[in-house]
């Protein structure tokens, strides 16, 4: 990850996949960088915060704001999953699929924090009494793929390995993502790391 430049900007488009006729079909999102020291920016990070009611939504939009008030302490940075295509100055908050927090801490890369919509996080099957799984709306949510389309995308644009702390149940997302458990430290057993193959 290169030193910020406080220049928010569209970085790439990735497919993420849309429920069409009760299949799942590839539609084409946008990833972009926000910019804290955009006022249009923090807005919609502050919209997303107010209507997702998410974990992590509201966490990064302080963020962000605290970015766009003082001199950040350390290097973050903040994107979007985005259903928008153009116009990227006005970013419609309606239209965002999922934001994440990404910073540098030592020697490389850190999701802080990642957040897809809640409306559009599966859920897990749930057992009946009797050990069965339970038919739910598991398979009925409007987009799909929105937290792996993200991570593709960090590890397109990190120069450096990723590391993350994956909260329990999550695991296995990250494990299908090709992010792999370390033990470090006590306290950071449930922390994963995606290591970058060097060309």
């Not at 792999?180 to 995606?194: A, C, D, E």
């Amino acid at each position: 990850m290169n030193n910020i430049n406080f220049k928010g900007s569209f970085i790439h488009n990735i497919n993420i996949k849309k429920l069409e006729n009760d299949q799942y079909v590839p539609h084409k999102a946008s990833f972009v960088e926000m910019n804290p020291k955009d006022k249009r920016d923090v807005s919609a990070l502050e919209k997303i915060a107010n209507s997702w009611f998410g974990l992590y939504d509201e966490v990064i939009y302080n963020g962000a704001l605290h970015d766009s008030l003082v001199p950040p302490n350390r290097e973050r940075r903040f994107y979007v999953l985005t259903e928008q295509t153009d116009t990227f100055e006005n970013m419609d908050y309606k239209k965002i699929l999922g934001v994440v927090e990404f910073s540098k801490f030592d020697d490389h890369n850190y999701v802080d924090f990642l957040q897809t919509n809640p409306k559009y996080i599966k859920e897990k099957p749930k057992k009946n009494f009797f050990g069965f799984t339970k038919k739910s709306k598991i398979n009925n949510k409007k987009y799909s793929s929105i937290g792996s389309a993200i991570l593709t995308s960090l590890k397109k644009i990190s120069d450096n390995s990723i590391g993350l702390h994956a909260l329990t149940g999550t695991e296995d997302f990250y494990k299908r993502n090709g992010f792999k458990r370390k033990n470090l430290i006590n306290f950071m057993t449930n922390y994963y790391f995606w290591k970058k193959v060097k060309r």
